[in-house]
């Protein structure tokens, strides 16, 4: 996904554009991260914070693929 999105950041993949792709992955992690918090009480402030991170982005690039953070 990342050669996609770098190689042809506005390309789509059968007609979904290469950002929400990267995106919806992103988010989609940010949901795995949630669940091994929930099931694991050692590393769950660890893993909440990789899911807020991880949501965030993805959300950015859903937004704008090429934008820049500063």
Do not use: C, R, S, W
């Amino acid at each position: 996904m990342g050669a996609l999105l770098t190689q042809e950041p506005q390309g789509a993949l059968n007609d979904t554009p290469h950002g929400e792709l990267a995106g919806k992955l992103l988010i989609d992690a940010a949901t795995f991260f949630t669940t091994l918090a929930e099931q694991n009480e050692p590393i769950k402030e660890q893993m909440l914070e990789n899911a807020n991170v991880y949501k965030q982005i993805g959300e950015l690039v859903i937004k704008d693929p090429l934008g820049v953070l500063d």
